[in-house]
Nanobody, 123 residues
Framework: QLVESGGGSVQAEGSLRLACAASGDIYSRRCMAWFRQAPGKEREGVGG????????SYADSVKGRFTISQDAAKITLYLQMNSLRPEDTAMYFC??????????????????WGQGTQVTVSS
């Protein structure tokens, strides 16, 4: 089970931190990632992490602005979002699966999804 929190409304250049609380053993959710979907657009990967190796991957559009991190127990995944832009407005989803053989940011590889949390950035 994945439960997201932390969404909200913010002005451009502001910051938000999303959190995703996960259940189950770490090997069942080795790969975790954040995705977003804006109205009328496809779901896109934002950033992901292999919780065993610590390897991370980010979309080019968020590199240098967004950072993924975990708590020490690897139960909660965070997405720190800085320098937010209106184009970052979307529903943000947390996803997890036991493997990610073709990369962390491919949505079809994930079988477990949270309910989503809305992020709205105004100019």
């Amino acid at each position: 089970q994945l439960v997201e929190s932390g969404g909200g409304s913010v002005q451009a250049e502001g910051s938000l931190r999303l959190a995703c609380a996960a259940s189950g053993d770490i090997y069942s959710r080795r790969c975790m990632a954040w995705f977003r979907q804006a109205p009328g657009k496809e779901r896109e990967g934002v950033g992901g992490i292999d919780q065993i190796t610590g390897y991370t991957s980010y979309a080019d559009s968020v590199k240098g602005r967004f950072t993924i991190s975990q708590d020490a127990a690897k139960i909660t995944l965070y997405l720190q979002m800085n320098s937010l832009r209106p184009e970052d407005t979307a529903m943000y989803f947390c996803a997890a699966d036991r493997g990610c053989p073709s990369g962390l940011l491919v949505p079809t590889h994930y079988n477990y999804w949270g309910q989503g949390t809305q992020v709205t950035v105004s100019s």
